[in-house]
């Protein structure tokens, strides 16, 4: 089961997604949130990555002085399973009544 991550660890996910599966270096998160408007403080993105790590949805390796970081769970994974939970939480499992209410 996917576990629940925050709305700013999501941030990092799509960042790391959006990479390709490719590993992914903590300069170029930096880059590429604050270009997305989200320039967290150097200790922020560390304690927010080591939560994804510990959550299993990274891995991260050192690589001299710095970490590469892989996803360990893919963005399909993931929405699959946030869908899922919705539907349980809210509709309690019953796809008609979500797409009855969408109609």
Not at 4 to 26: C, H, R, Y
Not at 43 to 48: G, H, P, R
Not at 67 to 91: G, M
């Amino acid at each position: 089961m996917v576990q629940q991550i925050s709305d700013a660890e999501l941030e990092i996910m799509k960042v790391v997604w959006a990479n390709g599966g490719e590993p992914t270096f903590f300069a170029y998160l930096t880059d590429e949130l604050s270009a997305r408007g989200k320039p967290w403080q150097k200790n922020t993105l560390i304690t927010l990555l080591n939560r994804l790590v510990n959550k299993g949805y990274l891995k991260a390796k050192k690589m001299g002085r710095c970490n590469e970081y892989t996803p360990l769970v893919s963005e399909t994974e993931y929405q699959t399973a946030q869908t899922k939970n919705f539907l349980d939480k809210i509709y309690e499992g019953n796809v008609k009544g979500l797409v009855s209410n969408l109609i």
